[in-house]
């Protein structure tokens, strides 16, 4: 079975500019959840999307969004990049609800952002 | 909303010798998983704790759930150098639900 893929890897931005991250979930996952994480930090749960809608959201504004799309890939959006959006984003994609471990998270290689 | 903390934050030890590390949550929590990273990585899921007072083994890392359902811990035995890396605690007030990550506890171990 295939893991978790993103892209790109690593990429520079600049204050003000949009950027948009991808993910392709683990084959047989259908929720997929994005995370920040800040360096020497903890991850920190941005949102989650099952089914296609967003299930659930973390303490970040609205200029962060999302989207799935019917074979459970997921973007990740962030409008009007500030400097302290620098940082991993991480996706992760779980089995989904009503399953045994539906919240175990098999995570991708993360993108790495910067904002200068 | 939900809090996660984790103590020590890093921990330094001697090869060959245990170490334990902490996790409380500031809710009771539905389960709780345990994720390790190594450097320039990404978590990588080691573990799910789900029944109060609950302990599960994996070789020589040791994992115990509380009886209140609101911490846990890790203990490793005979640290080897292959154990570096930082250990997350994530909680879950509900199966299904969101993960809420602690801060870490990063793991350097000496020679």
Same mark, same amino acid.
């Given at each position: 079975? !295939? *893991?978790? !893929?993103?892209?790109?890897? /690593?990429?520079?931005?600049?204050?003000? =500019?949009?950027? !948009?991250?991808?993910?392709?979930?683990?084959?047989? /996952?259908?929720?997929?959840?994005?995370?920040?994480?800040?360096?020497?930090?903890?991850?920190?749960?941005? $949102?989650?999307?099952?089914?296609?809608?967003?299930?659930?959201? %973390?303490?970040?504004?609205?200029?962060?969004? %999302?989207? =799935? $799309?019917?074979?459970?890939?997921?973007?990740?959006?962030?409008?009007?990049?500030?400097?302290?959006?620098?940082?991993?984003?991480?996706?992760?994609?779980?089995?989904?609800? *009503?399953?045994? *471990?539906?919240?175990?998270?098999?995570?991708?290689?993360?993108?790495?952002?910067?904002?200068? | 909303?939900?809090?996660?903390?984790?103590?020590?934050?890093?921990?330094?030890?001697?090869?060959?010798?245990?170490?334990?590390?902490?996790?409380?949550?500031?809710? &009771?929590?539905? #389960?709780?998983?345990?994720?390790?990273?190594?450097? @320039?990585?990404?978590?990588?899921?080691?573990?799910?704790?789900?029944?109060?007072?609950?302990?599960?083994?994996?070789?020589?890392?040791?994992?115990?759930?509380?009886?209140?359902?609101? #911490?846990?811990?890790?203990?490793?035995?005979?640290?080897?150098?292959?154990?570096? @890396? &930082?250990?997350?605690?994530?909680?879950?007030?509900?199966?299904? #639900?969101?993960?809420?990550?602690?801060? @870490? &506890?990063?793991?350097?171990?000496?020679?």
């Amino acid at each position: 079975e !295939t *893991g978790v !893929t993103q892209s790109p890897t /690593h990429l520079i931005k600049t204050r003000g =500019q949009q950027v !948009t991250l991808r993910c392709s979930s683990q084959s047989g /996952h259908n929720t997929v959840s994005w995370y920040q994480q800040a360096l020497g930090q903890g991850p920190q749960f941005i $949102f989650q999307y099952y089914r296609e809608e967003e299930n659930g959201r %973390g303490n970040f504004p609205p200029r962060f969004s %999302g989207l =799935q $799309f019917p074979n459970y890939s997921s973007e990740l959006n962030v409008n009007a990049l500030e400097l302290d959006d620098s940082a991993l984003y991480l996706c992760a994609s779980s089995p989904g609800q *009503g399953i045994s *471990g539906a919240n175990v998270l098999t995570f991708g290689a993360g993108s790495r952002l910067t904002v200068l | 909303g939900q809090q996660v903390m984790q103590i020590p934050q890093y921990q330094h030890v001697q090869e060959g010798e245990d170490f334990t590390t902490y996790c409380n949550s500031s809710t &009771t929590l539905s #389960n709780i998983q345990w994720y390790k990273q190594r450097p @320039g990585g990404h978590p990588v899921f080691l573990i799910q704790l789900v029944k109060s007072g609950e302990v599960k083994k994996q070789k020589r890392l040791t994992f115990q759930f509380g009886e209140a359902k609101k #911490n846990s811990s890790l203990h490793i035995t005979a640290t080897q150098t292959t154990d570096v @890396g &930082t250990y997350f605690c994530a909680g879950s007030k509900a199966a299904g #639900n969101k993960l809420t990550f602690g801060g @870490g &506890t990063r793991v350097l171990v000496k020679p």
